[in-house]
């Protein structure tokens, strides 16, 4: 069905950023502004739902570009499960980053509420691009907004990592990505998505759609598959709600979408098959989640611990659709989601216990979970989530993932499952361990308490990443749809 | 054809400078070259309105003799490619009459004359149909240009425009003996759509060829003839570098275009590959250069070299992709490399420091002009959903089709285009705020917007919807890539 929808949640953000901007001085009215429109946002991709469950899709072509270049949205499964995850989580985020920028006093916040609400507009168009072109500009669009947002602090550390961001993802898409794209124009003569595989069956050489193939996996930088990881780490020095934005809502997300995308709609599983570049993949995103838990592993400071995490499940995704079998793609897929409502869940709660105590080593976080014990128990059931423990969401992804690499008939990669699930326990639940039984080196002030504004929306996720887990119907049967 | 609207828009600039050099008071002369260059951008929109995208052929045509023993005449015409530079030399026409008015504070009578016998010229250059008149403009054009470097120029104003002077020259020379040459082979006539049709033994063609590449390689710049580029545009006043880069530039890509693809098919083909490795050099040169920079305007000016490079890289694809990516590169060259001289100007008016150690924190003191820096820096980089993404897109869609390792040599430029781009305006935008810039700097002003919004209106039309401007040239470039390939013989 053709409505002007997809573009209407894309606009929803972009006016709340205007409406930020022109509210500046009116500090209640401006905070009021980015709930509002998230809870608009998200009934805006809710009212679509119905239509793509049922096999439809939302199509809006706005005008053409180039001779078989449209910019034009259409809202499919894929997008769905995006655009869901993001408008879903932009409600519980909006909330959080008040009450954290508030509880710290930060500066610059008119700033930081409307590149955020930019950063929305950039990955709902996204995930409803129609094509190649569209998506681009929406996401060099998200890598822009967010820039200030991780040199929010303006500090000598938030310049150095900042800088690392910009030149990782923009270097990305300047060099390979933009070789790709060129190549898929000349080679196919359009850059629409197709069910099936826009490169399906056309007229080059093998080995030229090996190398372009290749410049999509890492020109797609935000999906910080190894080695085009290390801009995640360094974005670190953001604020938290930045970091959950980063790692759950948008950032990262748009990455690996963008590596399904590839997959499914521009090369097609069976091109990705019949070149062997599925397998291939598969390898290097197995190293990616072994290596980036080792890291993760040796990390100290609770929100690069977080971000090494995020290497390694976003790696998953990508695992999931290379595979090539239906359930390891629908375990993929869906692990788009789960990650999401878990990782953002971990991301408030070291939020949580920075504005509450300042601490950010784990070290430091003995005995804390006595003072913070909602943050710390919503903690707990985010990692249980992480390793993959039901009835937590991570549990049904990682059980698809599983069937679906022994389906393939994939056995190492089975392994690589099982060893990464251990290696998850092993960095995420000392933590728990710790907060709770561990006990304090000095006694913390009574100050250290809960926050409201940031303990509701950490509870409000965690609650989330256990309710996908008993009922995932509604990603799985989206992931079905794009697998079909 | 009851109004010759080609001589009107060619003459209009000139008739204003003849009676600018009559008023006396500095206000009426600033206000009196504003009034003539956009009567002369309305005519020209005019002349759009009126023009036939479907046909390649000449359009406004208009013939009188002039030297009737010679063969020559006084002959206007434009086609797609030719219209889509007469827009914008006339669109930048009166945003250098807004560029020029505080920054020139002496002698501002006659550096707008100056300015519009500039643009006169440049006018002519595009619509002339005749060889010989083509070669009047084309020379005649040295002289205003050298007057507005070498008199209202920075300290080494003499030096640079000497030098931009002498390899110009120079270049034109090789074009004079190429004009002779054509005329005695190509049936004694100027005309140019004669000399189109005529087919020149490859010989003479390949001769001709390293003639007009002289010529026209010292316009564009192509390295190594590129070092007069960077004096003449760190020494000219603001106008200057914006007509330099946005339209004197764009002379020799049109020479190519004009020339060298229709009138020597066969050399044109034989030399492709040559030529794509030049532009290819170019490209990754000129990045490296910018890169190196802490001037503002050698930076701009050396992006300008790698831009052209692709420009050209474009134009020797010889295929349809490449060359209308080449020639839309072409427009959005001047628009956006345009607008970041203009901003240079600006903001060197306000602190007169060039020097990027010079800056920081520009984003706390000047909000406005900062953000639309970013939007030109972010189209020069060709950020998608800007208009040289676009032309990028399309020029290395065409390059890839052509020579692989060329089309990768490009992508590296892009890279290179990023870095140099992003840093500039990180040292100069972002960070703490520089000790020189706490007091003195303000922000853009209404004559100054007016002069920046309809520059950014063509960033994102051309980045958005470039079909009309693509439909202008489009029957235009499918008759060259026919005229090249069917005498030239397929790649």
Redesign the interface.
């Known amino acids: 069905m053709i409505s002007i929808r997809p573009l209407l949640a894309v606009a929803v953000a972009v006016l709340a950023a205007l409406a930020v901007l022109l509210l500046n001085k009116r500090v209640k009215l401006r905070d009021a502004v980015s709930p509002v429109a998230s809870i608009a946002m998200f009934a805006i991709v809710a009212s679509m739902a119905p239509t793509v469950l049922a096999g439809g899709t939302v199509d809006l072509r706005l005008f053409e570009i180039l001779p078989g270049i449209d910019f034009a949205f259409r809202v499919d499964a894929l997008g769905m499960v995006f655009a869901t995850v993001s408008s879903l989580l932009w409600i519980a985020a909006s909330i959080y980053s008040i009450g954290y920028m508030r509880h710290l006093n930060e500066h610059a916040q008119t700033r930081f509420f409307a590149c955020f609400a930019t950063s929305l507009a950039a990955a709902a168009g996204g995930a409803f691009a129609a094509n190649l072109f569209t998506l681009v500009i929406f996401y060099e669009l998200l890598s822009l907004v967010t820039y200030p947002l991780v040199y929010h602090h303006e500090d000598e550390e938030g310049w150095a990592g900042s800088r690392k961001y910009l030149v990782y993802l923009m270097g990305a898409s300047k060099s390979v990505l933009l070789a790709a794209l060129a190549l898929t124009y000349q080679i196919a003569g359009s850059l629409d998505f197709v069910p099936g595989g826009l490169l399906a069956g056309v007229n080059a050489s093998a080995q030229l759609l090996t190398v372009v193939y290749f410049c999509y996996l890492f020109g797609f930088a935000k999906a910080a598959v190894m080695p085009m990881h290390a801009w995640l780490p360094a974005a670190m020095v953001a604020p938290t709600p930045v970091s959950a934005l980063l790692h759950a809502v948008a950032v990262v997300k748009m990455g690996v979408f963008c590596v399904l995308r590839v997959v499914f709609h521009v090369f097609g599983v069976g091109l990705v098959g019949g070149l062997g570049l599925g397998i291939a993949t598969a390898y290097v995103a197995s190293f990616t989640i072994l290596m980036a838990s080792i890291y993760a592993l040796t990390r100290d400071d609770l929100k690069a611990r977080l971000a090494y995490s995020t290497v390694s499940q976003l790696s998953y995704v990508v695992l999931g659709a290379v595979l090539l079998s239906p359930v390891a793609m629908v375990g993929g897929i869906i692990h788009i989601a789960a990650h999401a409502f878990s990782k953002i869940t971990l991301f408030f709660c070291a939020g949580s216990i920075y504005c509450a105590s300042g601490k950010r080593n784990i070290s430091d976080m003995a005995g804390i979970g006595r003072r913070l014990p909602w943050t710390m128990g919503a903690f707990f059931v985010g990692s249980l989530s992480m390793i993959g423990v039901p009835p937590a969401a991570g549990f049904i992804s990682k059980w698809y993932l599983v069937l679906g690499s022994a389906e393939a008939g994939e056995t190492p990669f089975l392994i690589v499952l099982l060893i990464s699930s251990v290696l998850n326990a092993a960095y995420f639940l000392p933590v728990s361990y710790a907060a709770f039984f561990g006990t304090e080196a000095q006694e913390s002030p009574p100050t250290v308490r809960e926050i409201p504004m940031l303990t509701i929306p950490l509870v409000a996720t965690a609650i989330l990443s256990v309710a996908m887990g008993i009922f995932p119907d509604y990603f799985v049967a989206l992931a079905e749809r794009i697998v079909r | 054809m009851a109004v010759p609207l080609l001589s009107l828009i060619v003459f209009t600039p000139a008739v204003g400078a003849a009676a600018l050099m009559f008023m006396r008071n500095d206000d009426v002369v600033r206000w009196t070259a504003l009034g003539v260059t956009i009567l002369d951008f309305a005519l020209c929109i005019a002349m759009l309105s009126g023009f036939d995208t479907s046909t390649y052929g000449m359009q406004f045509t208009e013939t009188r003799p002039w030297v009737p023993t010679l063969g020559i005449t006084y002959a206007l015409g434009i086609d797609g490619i030719s219209a889509l530079f007469v827009f914008l030399t006339a669109l930048l026409g009166w945003i250098c009459v807004l560029a020029s008015w505080t920054a020139i504070d002496r002698k501002v009578k006659e550096f707008m004359v100056s300015l519009l016998a500039m643009q006169a010229l440049m006018l002519g250059v595009f619509c002339a149909l005749d060889l010989f008149l083509f070669y009047v403009f084309w020379e005649a054009m040295l002289i205003p240009m050298y007057v507005i470097i070498g008199v209202w120029g920075g300290d080494g104003r003499v030096y640079a425009a000497f030098k931009f002077f002498l390899y110009t020259l120079a270049g034109s020379l090789m074009f004079l003996i190429g004009v002779i040459v054509l005329y005695f082979h190509g049936g004694e006539t100027f005309d140019i759509r004669t000399l189109m049709a005529q087919d020149l033994p490859f010989q003479v063609q390949s001769w001709l060829f390293f003639a007009f590449l002289i010529a026209f390689a010292v316009k564009v710049p192509m390295v190594p003839v590129h070092t007069w580029l960077p004096d003449a545009h760190v020494q000219a006043p603001t106008a200057g570098s914006i007509i330099l880069a946005a339209v004197l530039l764009k002379m020799g890509a049109y020479g190519f275009l004009r020339f060298s693809l229709p009138m020597l098919p066969e050399a044109t083909v034989h030399y492709s590959t040559l030529m794509l490795v030049l532009s290819a050099v170019a490209i990754v040169y000129g990045g490296l250069l910018a890169l190196a920079q802490d001037d503002l305007k050698k930076l701009v000016a050396y992006s300008s070299i790698s831009h052209m490079g692709l420009v050209t890289l474009g134009i020797f694809t010889l295929n349809l992709?490449g060359l209308e990516g080449g020639i839309l590169q072409m427009f959005n060259h001047g628009v956006t490399t345009g607008a970041l001289f203009l901003f240079v100007g600006l903001i060197y008016e306000r602190t007169h420091t060039r020097s990027i150690a010079d800056y920081g924190g520009l984003m706390k003191v000047a909000p406005v002009y900062t953000a639309l820096l970013a939007l030109f820096a972010?189209s020069s980089?060709?950020?998608?959903?800007t208009n040289s993404f676009?032309g990028?897109?399309?020029v290395?869609?065409?390059?890839?089709?052509a020579n692989l390792a060329v089309?990768?040599a490009a992508?590296?430029g892009?890279?290179l285009?990023?870095?140099y781009l992003?840093g500039m305006y990180?040292k100069v935008a972002?960070?703490?705020v520089s000790v020189g810039l706490r007091f003195k700097v303000r922000d853009v002003n209404a004559r100054e917007m007016a002069a920046i919004l309809p520059l950014a209106v063509f960033v994102l039309w051309v980045g958005?919807?470039?079909?009309p401007f693509?439909e202008i040239i489009d029957a235009s470039v499918k008759h060259l890539l026919a005229q090249v390939h069917s005498r030239g013989g397929a790649q």
């Open positions: 992709r972010l980089m060709a950020l998608p959903g676009v990028e897109l399309l290395l869609s065409g390059a890839f089709a089309g990768a992508v590296l892009a890279l285009g990023a870095a992003l990180r972002l960070g703490p958005l919807y470039p079909r693509l």
